[in-house]
Structure formats: C-alpha cells, structure tokens
C-alpha cells in the first residue's frame, strides 16, 4: 500500500478571468473549489490509475470537512487527523499569467503529530510512504526526517517531495526518492543550474547528501534522474500547456504507478514524465490511459 501525507492541506478557490486588473474589481468567467496539497494530488492520481493508495494528514473546520468529501467523493481512501481551527483556503488565479495566494493552515498541537505517528507507526517493509508539501508554522522543521527515520527503520520506502529547510533536513532519513524541481535545487544548493550539467552535478550532490534516487523536473526542458550508479534524461512531450497545478505531483504518483508495477527505475522515470506532462496538457489529473500513451512516446536517454 502507498501511504500519502499531507500535513497543510488546502481548499483551492481556482478562478480564471481574462485580465487581472490589481486595485480594481474583477469579474472570474469561471471558478471552482478542489481539495487540494501535494500528498492529496499524488493520492489521487495514483487512484486513477488503480494503485491502492491512503491519504493521511491533518484536517480542520468545514473547509477540512470539505477537503474530506472530495477526497471520499473521489475514491481515495484517507483516515485524516481532525484538529481545531481551519484547513486553508488557497487562491488560484488564471489571467494573463497564474498568481497564487496561498492561506495559513491551523498550528497542529504535540498530540495530533503523535496520532500521526503512531498511524504511521503501523507501516511495514511492503509500504511505501509518500511525505509531501510544506511543513506547516509550529511543526519542527525536521519533522521530515523524524517521519523518514521511524519508517525507513521497519523497511518501508520513503519519497520526500519538499522544499527549502524541510528538505534539507529530510535528507537526513536517506529517502528513496526526492523529486525537486530546477529552482527548488538550486535553492537547497545556493547554485544556479544553466544547463544539464549543473543539474547533474547538483543531483549528484543530493545522492552524496542522503537520497538514494533523485528526480529532477526541469519543466518544458523535461526531466533528469540521478542515483549512485545511474543518470538519465528525458525531453518533455509536445503539447499546449494547459496546466501547470498538481504537475510535479503527478510525476511522483506516475513513478510510483510504474515502480508499483514493477517497471525497473528507467521505465518508472519514463512514466514519471509522462504523468506529469499528462496533467499540464489537461484540464484536471491525468489518467491512466494518457500516461500510458505519452509513456510510448518518451525515449530516456542514458548520461
């Protein structure tokens, strides 16, 4: 079974209008409410595709009974931790370009990280365990690692999907997979990447750091993965980006759909661009029917 965690869930207020106009009044053509965070979107694109999956996390107030009835709505199965206050409310807008306005999540309290962890407590060396997003205000940064440490230690799998400091540290549990985007590495780095290259370099870094498989979304440049022995690249699709929310999380749950269906890592990397390159060529998730389309046209190339 694949376990996602999400410790900031999200309601997404997703409006589009043809021009943002700041300081004025703005009328949306078109708008829509959608569960979202990162361990929720690779849950549900691991539902599409038939991969036994259950999201964990925290949830509060009727935005988190919200969050849980999409979820629900959909098919994943979830047991989330109930807290006080409210699960946040992020604004996405589509105009000339995309802005986001993202809410503050409730503080979560020593027990309800506890509950946590004794959930997760119970996962054994079958299970891999998806930690993804931002670490909420309140919670240790390292909180992680912590999580990475306790579950890599019963011989479960853990992909560590975050940024800044909480990746930094996350390092330290050794993950299987890390996947961060071109800016992301650069920022945990403090160097630029101008070319394959300096992303090979820097992936390499991570491997050195702590992470058994590194997997780099270079957006339209496509995709790198770097491990001990192994490095290889893969170009984008063709395609009209239609859009970009939920991308980098469909290459997690697209690696996973095939690494669970035990395609080896150069195969599962291959559906991992594919999966992300379906979902911005789409209006919603990709599906498992498009995966495996694109899937047929990405070559990956050894370097």
Not at 219 to 226: D, E, I, M, P, T
Request: proline share 3%; charged share 20%; aromatic share 6%.
């Amino acid at each position: 079974m694949i376990y996602t965690v999400t410790l900031n869930p999200s309601a997404d207020y997703l409006l589009e209008l043809p021009q943002l106009q700041v300081g004025e009044t703005n009328r949306a053509t078109s708008s829509k409410i959608v569960s979202g965070g990162k361990g929720i979107n690779v849950a549900e694109v691991l539902s599409n595709v038939s991969v036994p999956v259950k999201a964990l996390g925290f949830l509060a107030g009727f935005t988190g009974a919200f969050v849980k009835e999409e979820v629900e709505r959909k098919g994943i199965q979830s047991d989330f931790i109930f807290t006080e206050g409210l699960t946040r409310i992020n604004v996405k807008v589509k105009a000339d370009g995309e802005t986001e306005i993202n809410g503050q999540g409730p503080v979560l309290s020593e027990i309800h990280l506890s509950q946590l962890e004794d959930q997760l407590s119970r996962l054994t060396q079958k299970d891999i365990l998806v930690l993804s997003g931002s670490v909420p205000s309140g919670v240790s940064i390292d909180f992680y690692k912590k999580l990475g440490q306790q579950a890599s230690k019963r011989g479960v799998k853990v992909v560590l999907d975050s940024s800044g400091e909480a990746l930094r540290e996350g390092l330290g549990a050794k993950p299987f997979l890390i996947k961060p985007n071109k800016a992301e590495l650069m920022d945990l780095y403090k160097q630029s990447i101008n070319d394959l290259d300096d992303a090979l370099l820097l992936g390499r870094k991570a491997v050195r750091d702590g992470a058994e498989n590194v997997m780099i979304s270079l957006g339209s440049k496509g995709a790198l993965f770097v491990n001990e022995h192994d490095a290889f690249v893969a170009d984008a699709p063709e395609g009209n980006l239609v859009n970009s929310v939920g991308a980098g999380d469909s290459m997690v749950a697209g690696f996973l759909y095939a690494f669970a269906n035990e395609k080896n890592l150069k195969d599962s990397f291959r559906y991992s661009v594919a999966a992300g390159s379906a979902t911005a060529f789409s209006k919603g998730f990709c599906t498992k029917n498009k995966i495996d389309e694109l899937a047929a046209t990405i070559a990956v190339q050894s370097i």
